[in-house]
């Protein structure tokens, strides 16, 4: 039978002192459990978590602690090794959707090692990090692609996916035909675009499920500080590679 259960999203104010934040998490009660998004932003959230006992999942990569999450590093690895062994592409723009790696850190990893297993070189010149605008990102790739220095490109998130998709059709280079894509992270419209887009399908809904059934065992049996379970992303190759 499935559970129901309140869900809160929490702000937490980086001024805030150890007691104060121990007793924000107390205040919602004994069967209470929290899902940590990205708890590198702030560790001491999670050293606080860890240390009151207080039922617990972190979503993003920890180095100790309760993780359920998915394998964008491996994915990545996947992706990139298909445009260069399957598609046949060498020069492979990575686009970040930020300035920082915050979320896509493992993604880069990916695309640097795989690019050096390969025998290819890495080229700093072909990541994207600049804040996103259409202008932006065609002159990117017009002036990489004019130079013969772009043939493919892999989109680290959905947002700057979409975007790149749309622009790339905007402009007389052809997918995939001229640039190759993969973007991480599917979107319904992925399967119905024209072309239609390849893409890493990352299973939130069974991350969902593995972080509630973990927090309801808490809840009900005793906190645990030893949950590790990382789940696999799929490669979806469609037309645009």
Do not use: W
Not at 5 to 27: E, G, R, T, Y
Not at 151 to 157: E, K, N, T, W
């Amino acid at each position: 039978m499935a559970k129901e259960c309140d869900v809160n999203i929490i702000l937490i104010n980086p001024a805030s002192s150890d007691a104060d934040l121990a007793a924000k998490f107390s205040s919602f009660g004994s069967r209470a459990g929290f899902v940590l998004l990205n708890p590198d932003t702030m560790p001491r959230v999670l050293a606080i978590l860890r240390r009151e006992q207080f039922p617990y999942i972190s979503f993003a990569a920890v180095s100790e602690g309760n993780l359920i999450s998915h394998d964008g590093y491996f994915a990545t690895c996947h992706a990139i090794e298909h445009l260069i062994r399957i598609s046949g592409r060498e020069n492979i723009a990575f686009l970040n959707p930020a300035a920082d790696f915050a979320y896509t850190g493992d993604r880069l990893k990916g695309y640097r090692d795989t690019l050096r297993k390969q025998g290819l070189p890495f080229r700093e010149e072909l990541v994207f990090t600049q804040p996103y605008t259409n202008e932006n990102f065609l002159s990117f790739v017009q002036s990489n692609f004019q130079a013969g220095k772009l043939d493919a490109v892999f989109a680290a998130s959905f947002e700057i996916g979409r975007k790149a998709v749309n622009a790339l059709k905007s402009c007389d280079l052809r997918i995939p035909e001229d640039i190759a894509v993969i973007v991480f992270f599917d979107l319904p419209e992925f399967s119905t675009s024209v072309p239609t887009i390849s893409c890493v399908n990352v299973p939130l809904e069974s991350i969902a499920s593995a972080i509630l059934k973990k927090l309801f065992e808490m809840i009900n049996f005793g906190f645990r500080d030893d949950v590790r379970v990382i789940l696999k992303d799929e490669l979806i190759i469609r037309e645009s590679c």
